[in-house]
């Protein structure tokens, strides 16, 4: 089992394919598997070396219960251990949720280790009010457990995150994590600085999207706006976690937009 190691936090990754390094980054109580389960590996492996990160506090890395170990220069500098150990020196990055937050603060403090971003259902920023929103309902979730959760299910009618977290298998797989270290995670979230002053400056080519029924919807398209070299893409009626879901929707765009980068690089 792979793992790197960052200030003695370990990071497992797991790698599949052969081409230009992609980094894969998943959401917050998720684990690098989701990649696999939603279809996006056996597509992009055929053309790219996916480099699959499980974020500390998820998945099989370390679970630290701390609110320091949360930083985002700390998540960022898993992404660099990983990097590191493989011999990587600059790779496309492709986040989701969590995932994409991180990639946002990767342009602060890492940015010389990135060609591209592709960042979905989150935008730069984590002190607006629907991310607040966000956090606090998520709190509630991981406080509450998954015995009180699903006594919510008959209410929820899909939420801020749509139908599959009426799923009893999502909530299984979402909540059978440390809750301490989700705690955490959550705790120092709420206080990452902001990127306002460092998204102008942030030339490498960035396809930022999401569900236009995420609520983190407005946040992503400001983000991308204030980036002199992203795109955005709508997704029309999807939720959060939809959007996830829907590989099928997400990967040709996708799949295009790393391609454009190739052949630029090979011209």
């Known amino acids: ?57 998820h998945g099989l890395s ?31 990055y492709w986040g989701y949720s969590l995932g994409a937050v991180v990639g946002w603060q990767a342009i602060r403090y890492a940015p010389t280790r990135l060609r591209a971003l592709v960042l979905g259902g989150a935008g730069a920023n984590m002190d607006t009010p629907a991310s607040k929103k966000v956090l606090s309902h998520l709190r509630g979730i991981v406080e509450a457990g998954l015995e009180e959760t699903m006594e919510l299910v008959g209410t929820i009618k899909g939420g801020m995150f ?46 930022v999207y999401a569900g236009e029924a995420d609520p983190r919807y407005a946040d992503a398209v400001d983000s991308a706006r204030r980036m002199p070299n992203a795109t955005f893409l709508a997704l029309p009626g999807l939720s959060h976690y939809q959007t996830i879901m829907r590989s099928n929707l997400v990967l040709p765009p996708v799949r295009a937009f790393l391609a454009a980068l190739d052949r630029a690089a090979a011209a």
């Open 1 to 57: 089992m792979p793992t790197a190691n960052n200030r003695e936090v370990r990071i497992h990754y797991e790698v599949e394919g052969r081409g230009p390094p992609l980094v894969l980054q998943h959401g917050f109580t998720r684990s690098l598997q989701d990649w696999r389960d939603f279809g996006y590996v056996a597509d992009l492996s055929r053309d790219h070396q996916l480099i699959l990160i499980d974020a500390r506090g």
């Open 162 to 207: 749509g139908p599959m977290f009426l799923q009893t298998e999502a909530l299984t797989y979402d909540l059978a994590n440390d809750r301490e270290a989700l705690l955490a995670c959550l705790l120092a979230a709420e206080q990452w600085p902001g990127l306002d002053d460092v998204l102008a400056a942030a030339t490498m080519p960035s396809l």
């Open 62 to 92: 370390d679970k630290p219960h701390s609110f320091d170990d949360y930083w985002p220069e700390l998540l960022v500098g898993d992404l660099v251990a990983v990097l590191d150990d493989l011999g990587v020196a600059r790779t496309d």
